[in-house]
């Protein structure tokens, strides 16, 4: 059932959620601070309320109508190709998501015409790139620290995303392809977005304006 709220607004835990939440609170929609373990959390904006989700689940929140709105990344977006609006790039959650292997393997093929196996939670984008390319490779679909499976010979290269570069470092592996640049993008319900283009409008109003204010 819906709350008294107007606007709910999907947010991805982990990497995004911090930045996420202070250009919120500088724009005055700030989460209440006690929210404790509430995953629907009430804003100081008593127009707007926040769901707490998992990164991958935002665009289905918002592409249902269970949220109005939602902030995820340009990887989770182009990967599961959902029926949404993205009416806001947001200025923060800036990484790529790259092709990388063990820094003495070769690459780009292996000998003897082995296919490369490739480990990565993006099958969609990575079996795109390398069809585009033409080069064969085999998908290996897991949940997340991926730089561990050229390491253990579950793979041979993997296509993660990349920040500081700290934990392909740490891995051993070194970066060869760029496949997308990403960035955290302002996602929005095609329905909602009518129903209530004025609270949407306002919501895109007050981030932006964090943004051109240069508090960032
Ligand atoms: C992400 C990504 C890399 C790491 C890159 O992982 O998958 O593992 O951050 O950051 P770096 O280049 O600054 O080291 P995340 O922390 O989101 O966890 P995950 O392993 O569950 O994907």
Redesign the pocket.
Known sequence: MRSRAQLRIALAK??LWEEAIARFSRAGMAPVSDKGRRLLVPSEDPGLEFLEVK?GDVPIYVESGAADLGVTGTDVLREGNPDVLEPLELDFGR?RLVVAAPAAAPYPSLPGGITPRLAT?YPRLARAHFAALGRAVEIIEV?????VAPLLGLSHWIV?????????R?NGLVEHETILEVSAVLIANRASQKLKLDRHLDVMRRLEGTAVNGER
Do not use: F, H, I, M
Not at 160 to 168: A, E, K, Q
């Open positions: 982990g990497r990164p990484c939670k949940g997340g620290s991926v730089e993660d995303l990349v920040d500081t570069g700290d934990t392909l740490a």
